[in-house]
């Protein structure tokens, strides 16, 4: 066993944080030997029941669950920044084009390592990102991640069709190969798999239901895509699939709603959408830099709450504009101030932290397990230096509750914030 002593962020059950500024964190193997949260909070109070265990102190730091990237595109890490004038031309002119050298299975092994090791300095300990249609982008995602004992979830991408030469697949053996990864992946370790089609413009009907009919064989798979995130993506969902009540509705025809699916930015949604999410148990991941770099619109909050569905936020590099936790929950925080009727102010700083950490591990069906440091999840977690910056060392001095401080870090900070990523470790009992 392991203890660690700094302030301390956690969450409870509904959603609220925890907060001790004398903390103690106490870590130790599981059965399985892998590193878990045996017990935490005040510091006189831990350490009194854990007198024999070594305490490493850092003093003036912040321990805080990792973060939870809800959706993100590993192969777009070279692409991030890449001007268009909204998400279609941007897919043809910048994404297929970067993405189409991921067949390459040694060009796929490096942007991995590049990807997780910008993770890991921006804090971020578990994503569920797309891979791309090659099998061997999910290969060496998977490799990289198991040996760096990473709890990570990916897939190999649906899209047989409205795809161009070298990114487009074939219905049948695209098929047989994610049901192939799934075998191969899927629970080992930490890895778990996400069935993923594209969006619906880029698959068949019969790769749609192919695609349904393995997440009811594997229900404890992950369903990962995109929906109603730009208007004139919406129009053609509507075109291709006309008798669908919305974009939203043609994944439920086929099966591809329900716990442990993830929708990237659902903007375009009216309240039957919400409804729909609610009763199916599928999550958005709300990733506020990219629609606001791609100009696609403003996920709307108050909807969301108001039904009541599952969301968490992401970063969705590389339409996202940074890897940064702390850039997400500033820009989710302008969004939630767009198309509010009553003045005030947007989300609470604490809630957005949440929504990256221990609710983004909720939408995904992951609770307890990760985004927190409770006892029982898996040692995950981010030590943070609240004086990374002249300018942060001033600012969150002067935090008079604890929600200045998260809001200060959130306004001001990035990677120079966090000081160390902590994976846990599988070794012995
Ligand atoms: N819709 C379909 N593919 C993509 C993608 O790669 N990024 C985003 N943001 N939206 C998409
Ligand atoms: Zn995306």
Redesign the pocket.
């Known amino acids: 066993m392991q203890a660690y002593r700094a302030s301390l962020l956690r969450f409870d059950e509904a959603g609220r944080p925890l907060f001790d500024e004398d903390g103690l964190l106490v870590v130790g193997p599981d059965a399985a030997g892998r590193q878990r949260v045996i017990d935490a909070g005040d510091f006189r109070a831990v350490s009194a029941r854990h007198a024999e265990v070594p305490v490493t102190r850092w003093a003036g730091r912040l321990i805080a669950p990792g973060f939870v990237d809800m959706h993100i595109?590993f192969p777009?890490t070279d692409i991030i920044g890449a001007p268009s004038e909204g998400?279609l031309p941007?897919?043809e002119n910048y994404?297929f084009p970067a993405e189409s050298r991921f067949s390459d299975p040694a060009h796929a092994a490096e942007v991995a390592e590049v990807f997780l090791d910008e993770l890991m300095r921006n804090g971020v300990t578990t994503a569920l990102t797309?891979a791309t249609s090659h099998v061997a982008s999910v290969d060496a995602f998977f490799e990289a991640s198991r040996r760096r004992n990473l709890r990570m979830i990916t897939g190999k991408v649906l899209q047989d069709r409205h795809s161009p030469d070298g990114v487009r697949d074939q219905t049948d053996q695209s098929l047989i190969d994610t049901e192939n990864l799934i075998r191969k992946w899927h629970d080992v370790e930490r890895l778990g798999y996400a069935i993923t089609p594209?969006?619906a413009p880029?698959s068949t009907d019969r790769q749609l239901q192919g695609a349904g009919e393995l997440a009811a064989r594997y229900p404890d798979t992950w369903i990962h895509s995109?929906v109603a995130?730009?208007k004139d993506?919406v129009q053609w969902a509507r075109e291709l699939f006309p008798s669908a009540r919305s974009y939203l509705d043609v994944y439920a025809g086929f099966g591809l709603m329900r716990e442990r699916a993830v929708y990237?930015?659902c903007i375009h949604f009216d309240d039957d959408d919400r409804r729909l999410m609610r009763e199916t148990g599928t999550a958005t991941a709300v990733?506020p830099t990219?629609n606001l770099f791609?100009g696609?619109g403003f996920f709307d909050f108050e909807g969301a709450d108001r039904i009541g569905y599952r969301y968490g936020l992401a970063s969705?590099v590389?339409?996202?504009a940074s890897f940064s936790p702390f850039a997400t929950m500033l820009a989710a925080y302008y969004v939630g101030r767009e198309g509010q009727t009553k003045p005030g102010l947007s989300i609470a700083p604490s809630q957005l932290w949440w929504r990256h950490t221990a609710g983004a591990a909720q939408a995904l069906g992951l609770e307890g397990v990760i985004g927190n440091l409770q006892p029982g999840c898996e040692a995950d977690f981010v030590v943070i230096d609240p004086q990374a910056t002249p300018l942060l060392a001033r600012k969150t001095s002067l935090a008079n509750s604890l929600e200045e401080l998260l809001f200060s870090m959130i306004v001001l900070g990035d990677d120079r914030l966090i000081e160390r990523t902590v994976i846990s470790q599988a070794g012995q009992a």
């Open positions: 595109h777009q998400l941007w897919l994404t797309f594209r969006f880029t995109h995130e730009n993506e990237a930015h990733s990219s791609l696609s969705d590389g339409g996202g």
